[in-house]
């Protein structure tokens, strides 16, 4: 059972627009909710992060929106360029005493043409 | 600061035979968790140890499993290897500071394990 839904499965942009990826959450638990960016033949890593207690936190180019009351959250990648292409995963997790296990998405296939 | 290394990179193994992969963390983390990523399931979680005890373990078979040693570097086993096994596997490490802590959980490359 998929605790987290992504979408879309894979998305082209151009160079310098906006790639959105949406993702939604069923446990009310959840207080932790990342996103990860993985290359070919790497490891995920950590792009940025936010908790429910805020709405919407930016790093850079990357912005999360969350939407706490509609249990959904997405990533904003502005000024979209080439080495952006990538497969983004979103997730979730809440603190517990039995460990932090984080349910991802199924992962979006960004490319972003020149 | 080295990152998480994960050894060996690629696995060849044939059904039925058993394999075991290890994780060595970034230095000063206590948490070490595996995950299994296919294509058709994506990434999905094994089990989490902290301080040489599993904490946490997802819905597979019983013929996962892994521990931790002392020094907080981890080993999973798969047993009776079956096709389905094929998948790159993950570890993550985090450093854990107390309740409440931000879980950042930082991966290694992984282990590519192809069952034939």
């Known amino acids: 059972q998929q605790q987290v839904k992504q979408s879309p499965q894979s998305l082209i942009v151009q160079k310098g627009g906006i790639s959105i990826i949406n993702c939604a959450y069923e446990?009310?638990?959840?207080?932790?909710f990342p996103w990860y960016q993985q290359f070919p033949g790497k490891g995920p890593a950590l792009l940025i992060a936010?908790?429910?207690?805020?709405s919407e936190k930016k790093e850079g180019r990357f912005t999360i929106s969350f939407n706490k009351s509609a249990k959904q959250f997405s990533l904003h990648i502005m000024d979209s360029q080439p080495g952006d292409s990538a497969t983004y995963f979103c997730?979730?997790?809440?603190?517990?005493?039995?460990?932090?296990?984080?349910?991802f998405g199924k992962g979006t296939s960004l490319l972003v043409t020149p | 600061k080295a990152g998480v290394t994960q050894t060996p990179r690629y696995l060849i193994k044939t059904r039925g035979q058993q394999v075991t992969l290890s994780c060595s963390p970034i230095?000063?983390?206590?948490?070490v968790s595996w995950y299994q990523q296919t294509p058709g399931q994506g990434l999905q979680f094994l089990f989490e140890?902290?301080?040489?005890?599993?904490?946490n373990k997802g819905n597979f078979p019983g013929r996962f499993s892994g521990r931790q040693f002392s020094n907080s570097r981890s080993e999973m086993n798969v047993s009776t290897l079956e096709l389905g096994d094929s998948a790159l596997y993950l570890c993550?490490?985090?450093?854990?500071?107390?309740?409440?802590?931000?879980?950042?959980?930082?991966f290694g490359a992984g282990t590519r394990l192809s069952v034939l």
């Open positions: 140890y902290f301080s040489e005890t599993q904490r």
């Open positions: 446990n009310t638990a959840f207080d932790y």
């Open positions: 230095s000063g983390h206590r948490s």
């Open positions: 993550a490490s985090s450093l854990e500071t107390g309740a409440g802590a931000k879980n950042i959980q930082y």
């Open positions: 997730a979730a997790s809440r603190d517990s005493n039995s460990g932090y296990a984080l349910n």
């Open positions: 936010i908790r429910p207690d805020v």
